[in-house]
C-alpha cells in the first residue's frame, strides 16, 4: 500500500506577526522616557553643566619634566634655525635628580652630541648610518640599555624631544636602534619642543 505524502507550505503567519509587532510598538511607546526642554534656558543661557576637572599643580609639572628619567636625544635645529644642521644631544641621567640642563652641559662636554651634515637626506641608508652622529646614537642605546635595561620591563623607556619640522628620518633611524633591542626597550616616549 503506497502512502501519500501530502507537503505543507510552511508559512510564518501573518495575524501572528501583526500581533508581534503591534506588542513591541507597545512595549516601546511604554518604556520610552520623554521629557520637554524648556528652550527658554537655551535662549537665557541658564543651562548649566557641572563637570569636576581634574586639577594640575603646574610647578609640580615643570619639576618634574625638568627632571631626566631615562635616556633622551633632544634633536634641535642648531642655534634654533630651522635653515641651520640638525644637532643630536644624548642626555644620559646620572641620578635621581639629574636635570635637563646639567645632563645638556654634561653631553655637551662628553661629546654626546653630534651634528648631521646638510645633505643626509640624500645619503644612501649605509653611507646615512656611517655618520658620527647616528654612531653616536647607535652607542649611546646601546651602552643605556647594558646599564639599566638588563631584562624586558614595560618601564623601561627611551624619550625623544624634537622640533616640530625635524625629518622623519632621524626619528625613524632612533626608533629602529631601539627596536633592535625588543621588548627590552618596548616604548620610546616623544615629545616636540616649543620656542
Known amino acids: 500500500m503506497a502512502f501519500k505524502k501530502d507537503y505543507f507550505k510552511k508559512d510564518v503567519s501573518l495575524p501572528g506577526m501583526i500581533d508581534i509587532i503591534f506588542l513591541l510598538l507597545i512595549f516601546s511607546l511604554v518604556t520610552l522616557s520623554h521629557t520637554n526642554p524648556d528652550i527658554s534656558q537655551y535662549k ?27 635616556l633622551m636625544f633632544e634633536v634641535r635645529f642648531a642655534e634654533d634655525n630651522i635653515n641651520n644642521s640638525r644637532v643630536v644631544y644624548a642626555l644620559i641621567p646620572s641620578g635621581d635628580t639629574t636635570t635637563y640642563h646639567i645632563a645638556k652641559e654634561k653631553a655637551i662636554s662628553n661629546a654626546k652630541c653630534d651634528t648631521f651634515p646638510d645633505n643626509f637626506l640624500n645619503l644612501s641608508d649605509y653611507a646615512f648610518e656611517s655618520l658620527s652622529v647616528c654612531q653616536m646614537i647607535k652607542k649611546s642605546i646601546k651602552d643605556y640599555k647594558n646599564d639599566h635595561f638588563t631584562e624586558p620591563n614595560l618601564n623601561n623607556s627611551i624619550e625623544i624631544r624634537t622640533d616640530k619640522n625635524i625629518e622623519f628620518r632621524i626619528f625613524n633611524y632612533i626608533l629602529s636602534q631601539c627596536s633592535a633591542y625588543g621588548d627590552t626597550i618596548p616604548s620610546v616616549i616623544t615629545r616636540s619642543l616649543s620656542y
Open 44 to 70: 537665557q543661557g541658564k543651562q548649566k553643566v557641572s563637570i569636576d576637572l581634574p586639577i594640575i599643580d603646574s610647578n609640580l609639572t615643570e619639576k618634574k619634566d625638568n627632571i631626566l628619567s631615562t
